[in-house]
């Protein structure tokens, strides 16, 4: 899988529906602005959870936003590592397999850094 080009098609469906539920959409932007700040949690924390989430939930979108995110909040490939060791623990193979794509995701993400 290339999450560069997911992303990029992810960011084009989601640019179609925003308009169509606008009101919900701001909200939704709103909500995730607020719990992704820094707070008794730094963002780089906050994003490795929805990292966890997105593994725990088999939601190949939400990994990709997050373990970007994570990385532009200067996640590691050991945090990320960690993240998902702790995913496989709690969530066994299932959690495997999807963590196997958000270290390729990571990868990727940071294959031009």
């Known amino acids: 899988m290339d999450w560069n080009e997911e992303m990029r098609d992810i960011k084009k469906d989601l640019g179609a529906l925003r308009p169509v539920i ?8 709103d909500l995730a602005r607020a719990a992704t700040a820094a ?3 730094d963002t780089k924390t906050k ?3 929805a ?3 997105g593994i725990a939930k088999q939601c190949e979108d ?7 995110a994570a990385v532009i909040a200067g996640a590691t490939r050991d945090e990320i590592s960690d993240t998902i060791g702790i995913c496989v623990y709690m969530g066994g193979g299932p959690s495997l397999m999807y963590g196997a794509k958000a270290l390729a995701a990571f990868d990727q ?3 031009t850094k």
């Open 109 to 111: 993400f940071t294959a």
């Open 39 to 41: 707070g008794a949690l």
């Open 51 to 53: 990292v966890a989430i």
């Open 47 to 49: 994003e490795l959870l």
């Open 22 to 29: 606008a009101d919900v959409s701001v909200a939704f932007g």
């Open 62 to 68: 939400c990994i990709g936003f997050h373990v970007k």
